[in-house]
């Protein structure tokens, strides 16, 4: 099977892109925009629309591949790489990268992936995170037609992995709208919930962690009203680092703090990811560590997740060999390629530390759906719900793409038993 043309449609994510900075030094809400100054290189403004682009190939045969460039809603922070708008990277794709694609054979996904990954651009620079990330989303979805397959049995066998015909558990994020959008994960019986987006000290979180106190308090309570007894999430809550700014980064505090938050969670096992944000990654690793065993030391059964500072494969690895943390959060745009997220997880997995294959709410349906196959092939603990921050439609995505695969499977797993004498 050959690439016989390669073109490049802008798209809309299913959030926005939000300057980070300019949140945390107190822009003001309106609406569903932001009133202040923008903060970060790059933006026109504090909130702005979050823009795709998806990468297509014409396939011999009449076949058609694609996959979603996509970036993170807080791109340009924590180290990672700048906007990404879609007039900028069209020329890109359609100019640069298609000449040296047109003509080629889909071969083996993991080494075409990690080929396009390591390409510089014009000026010798590493490819944008989101171009590669989109770029290997369609070379998985070629190889998969190539060989008539689903997309995780291509990385299963790829990566000579068992596919275990049960689903991963589902992250679902509810954006600003807390309250009500727990709800709706809650009656959808998310297996992971809120996220919260806790990125704000005087707002979100309490100037002594009140308002978050308050919040998770109210979620133990609301789980049991509209889920049941037999409904135990797990609680997973972002705050973005602003525990460091509230408590000045005195790890004592923040322990401390952390203890009254697991204690209002229980009987639900409560993960917080973000604590602190300290400016670099050395720096992050080093604190999220010494948290980790204050964490530990008390017994709350809190567990720390990293996020922050930990953008690449290599990054990955530095966090889980330090031991930073509980459980790593794989934000798969940031990795660029989709097998580096693949490696990242297994990766993690072998070290006996807790993998969450993340994302962003920025991102499309189609990267949600590709995601999904990398999940169902790698098995992380759990896997994000996305794109948006509504609830509805992340879970919906992810959780039908997965229930097809699973369907399609056990299909071809039946089948397959049927004709064995």
Same mark, same amino acid.
């Given at each position: 099977?050959?690439?016989?043309?390669?073109?490049? $449609?802008? @798209?809309?994510?299913?959030?926005?892109?939000?300057?980070?900075?300019?949140?945390?030094?107190?822009?003001?809400?309106?609406?569903?925009?932001?009133?202040?100054?923008?903060?970060?290189?790059?933006?026109? =403004?504090?909130?702005?629309?979050?823009?795709?682009?998806?990468?297509?190939?014409?396939?011999?045969?009449?076949?058609?591949?694609? @996959?979603?460039?996509?970036?993170? =809603?807080?791109?340009? &922070?924590?180290?990672?790489?700048?906007?990404?708008?879609?007039?900028?990277?069209?020329?890109?794709?359609?100019?640069?990268?298609?000449?040296?694609?047109?003509?080629?054979?889909?071969?083996?996904?993991?080494?075409?992936?990690?080929?396009? !990954?390591?390409?510089?651009?014009? /000026?010798?620079?590493?490819?944008?995170?989101?171009?590669?990330?989109?770029?290997?989303?369609?070379?998985?979805? &070629?190889?998969?037609?190539?060989?008539?397959?689903?997309?995780?049995?291509?990385? &299963?066998?790829?990566? @000579?992995?068992?596919?275990?015909?049960?689903?991963?558990?589902?992250?679902?994020?509810?954006?600003?709208?807390?309250?009500?959008?727990?709800?709706?994960?809650?009656?959808?019986?998310?297996?992971?919930?809120?996220?919260?987006?806790?990125?704000?000290?005087? +707002?979100?979180?309490?100037?002594?962690?009140?308002?978050?106190?308050?919040?998770?308090?109210?979620?133990?309570?609301?789980?049991? /009203?509209?889920?049941?007894? +037999?409904?135990?999430?797990?609680?997973?809550?972002?705050?973005?680092?602003?525990?460091?700014?509230?408590? !000045?980064?005195?790890?004592?505090?923040?322990?401390?703090?952390?203890?009254?938050?697991?204690?209002?969670?229980?009987?639900?096992?409560?993960?917080?990811?973000?604590?602190?944000?300290?400016?670099?990654?050395?720096? =992050?690793?080093?604190?999220?560590?010494?948290?980790?065993?204050?964490?530990?030391?008390?017994?709350?059964?809190?567990?720390?997740?990293?996020?922050?500072?930990?953008?690449?494969?290599?990054?990955?690895?530095?966090?889980?060999?330090? %031991?930073?943390?509980?459980?790593?959060?794989?934000?798969?745009?940031?990795?660029?390629?989709?097998?580096?997220?693949?490696?990242?997880? *297994?990766?993690?997995?072998?070290?006996?530390? %807790?993998?969450?294959?993340?994302?962003?709410?920025?991102?499309?349906?189609?990267? &949600?759906?590709?995601?999904?196959?990398?999940? *169902?092939?790698?098995?992380?603990?759990?896997?994000?719900?996305?794109?948006?921050?509504?609830?509805?439609?992340?879970?919906?995505?992810?959780?039908?793409?997965?229930?097809?695969?699973?369907?399609?499977?056990?299909?071809?797993?039946?089948?397959? $038993?049927?004709?064995?004498?």
């Amino acid at each position: 099977m050959i690439i016989e043309q390669v073109l490049a $449609a802008p @798209g809309l994510t299913g959030f926005f892109f939000d300057d980070q900075l300019a949140i945390k030094m107190g822009a003001v809400e309106d609406g569903a925009a932001y009133r202040g100054r923008p903060r970060t290189e790059g933006f026109s =403004q504090v909130r702005q629309r979050g823009e795709s682009l998806s990468i297509i190939f014409l396939l011999s045969g009449g076949e058609i591949a694609f @996959g979603d460039c996509a970036a993170v =809603q807080y791109s340009g &922070a924590g180290g990672r790489d700048p906007l990404f708008l879609a007039e900028k990277f069209a020329p890109v794709v359609e100019e640069y990268l298609a000449p040296q694609l047109v003509g080629r054979e889909i071969g083996s996904f993991r080494e075409m992936a990690a080929e396009f !990954d390591s390409l510089p651009d014009k /000026e010798g620079r590493r490819l944008h995170t989101a171009l590669r990330y989109g770029l290997s989303q369609v070379l998985l979805h &070629a190889a998969a037609l190539k060989q008539r397959k689903l997309m995780c049995e291509v990385l &299963a066998e790829e990566y @000579g992995l068992p596919l275990i015909l049960e689903p991963v558990p589902i992250f679902a994020q509810t954006g600003d709208e807390r309250y009500t959008n727990a709800d709706k994960a809650i009656i959808k019986r998310a297996d992971v919930l809120p996220h919260g987006l806790i990125n704000n000290v005087h +707002s979100k979180l309490g100037a002594r962690g009140e308002k978050l106190l308050e919040y998770v308090r109210w979620l133990r309570k609301r789980v049991a /009203e509209l889920g049941g007894g +037999s409904y135990r999430p797990v609680l997973h809550v972002d705050v973005y680092g602003t525990l460091g700014l509230a408590f !000045d980064n005195d790890l004592d505090r923040i322990s401390s703090y952390l203890g009254r938050l697991g204690a209002a969670a229980a009987p639900l096992k409560l993960r917080l990811e973000g604590p602190v944000d300290m400016g670099s990654k050395e720096r =992050q690793i080093e604190a999220l560590l010494k948290l980790k065993e204050k964490v530990d030391a008390q017994g709350s059964g809190v567990e720390i997740v990293a996020d922050e500072w930990c953008n690449t494969l290599e990054d990955v690895r530095d966090f889980v060999d330090a %031991g930073a943390a509980h459980m790593i959060q794989v934000k798969t745009p940031d990795l660029g390629g989709l097998h580096n997220s693949i490696e990242a997880i *297994l990766y993690a997995k072998e070290h006996g530390v %807790g993998a969450y294959l993340g994302g962003s709410c920025n991102e499309t349906d189609r990267s &949600a759906q590709v995601c999904v196959h990398a999940a *169902l092939a790698v098995r992380p603990d759990q896997m994000l719900a996305k794109p948006g921050m509504g609830v509805d439609e992340g879970m919906m995505v992810v959780f039908n793409e997965m229930q097809r695969a699973l369907r399609i499977l056990k299909f071809k797993e039946k089948a397959g $038993a049927e004709k064995r004498p």
